[in-house]
Nanobody, 124 residues
Framework: LVELVESGGGSVEDGGSLKLSCVGTGHFYSGYNMAWFRQGPGKEREWVAT???????DVAESVKGRFTISKDDAKNTLYLQMNSLKPEDTGMYYC??????????????????WGSGTQVTVSS
């Protein structure tokens, strides 16, 4: 059983920063991919960034240059440093994980473990 727990969300003003963390517990084995998705009010779930098992880091165009994803394999922990936050970044941020091969780093259907989310609110 694998469990993912996100933390670090909160309320900030336009232009502020937050750092999200996602800690994974349970039976982990080498070669895993972790990602961040978000869902804003009234919107569909949106891919944000992925740290693949080969070290590749993928970031959505909407957050490129502002958000940085990183993964600490020794701690089974995923991070998302978010700078220059905008009101449109508001939403619930979810951590996701897939072991082994990942065909599409931005497709939520490939991830089979999910956290319960952490809320990020950016006010103008």
């Amino acid at each position: 059983l694998v469990e993912l727990v996100e933390s670090g969300g909160g309320s900030v003003e336009d232009g502020g920063s937050l750092k999200l963390s996602c800690v994974g517990t349970g039976h982990f084995y080498s070669g895993y991919n972790m990602a961040w998705f978000r869902q804003g009010p009234g919107k569909e779930r949106e891919w944000v960034a992925t740290a693949e098992n080969d070290g590749t880091e993928d970031v959505a165009e909407s957050v490129k240059g502002r958000f940085t994803i990183s993964k600490d394999d020794a701690k089974n922990t995923l991070y998302l440093q978010m700078n220059s936050l905008k009101p449109e970044d508001t939403g619930m941020y979810y951590c996701a994980l897939r072991f082994g091969f990942l065909a599409d780093p931005a497709d939520p259907s490939y991830f089979n473990h999910w956290g319960s989310g952490t809320q990020v609110t950016v006010s103008s």
